[in-house]
C-alpha cells in the first residue's frame, strides 16, 4: 500500500517540522529522507515507524544518525497520509510527556480545520 506523507502546518501555514527539518545537519536531513520514502512505499518500515502506546493514535519516526537520535511523531488520516505533527531530538530513553501532548494538540487541530 503506498502512503503519502504530509508535513502538519499551523492554520496560518507554518510548518514548524518543515523548520526542524531543515535545522538538522546534511547526513540528518538524508535520513529523514530515506525514512519517509520507506514509509510512503511500506517498505522495511518496523525499524523506524511504529504506533505509540497510551497516545491519542500516535506514531514515530524514528531516525538514527551518527549519534544523534531523533524522532517525528505523526498520525493517520485515513488508510494512507500520514500526516507528521512535530520532532525533536531525542536525548532520554522516554519520549518527553510536552511532545507527545504538542503531537494530540496538532492532530485535533488538524482535523477541526479539515472538518471546515
Not at 5 to 25: C, D, P, Q
Not at 48 to 62: G, S
Not at 83 to 109: C, L, N, Y
Request: net charge positive; glycine share 4%.
Amino acid at each position: 500500500m503506498k502512503r503519502k506523507i504530509i508535513l502538519y502546518e499551523t492554520e496560518g501555514g507554518a510548518s514548524l517540522v518543515e523548520k526542524f527539518v531543515r535545522k538538522l545537519n546534511r547526513g540528518a536531513r538524508d535520513c529523514v529522507a530515506a525514512a519517509f520514502e520507506h514509509i510512503e512505499m511500506d517498505t522495511q518500515t518496523a525499524h523506524l515507524f511504529c504506533k505509540m502506546v497510551n497516545t491519542d493514535h500516535l506514531w514515530e519516526i524514528r531516525i538514527k544518525h551518527d549519534r544523534n537520535i531523533y524522532r517525528l511523531l505523526c498520525f493517520f488520516d485515513g488508510k494512507t497520509v500520514v500526516v507528521v505533527a512535530s520532532g525533536f531530538q531525542k536525548k532520554t530513553q522516554k519520549t518527553p510527556r510536552q511532545e507527545i501532548k504538542t503531537a494530540e494538540a496538532r492532530k485535533k487541530d488538524y482535523f477541526r480545520r479539515k472538518k471546515q
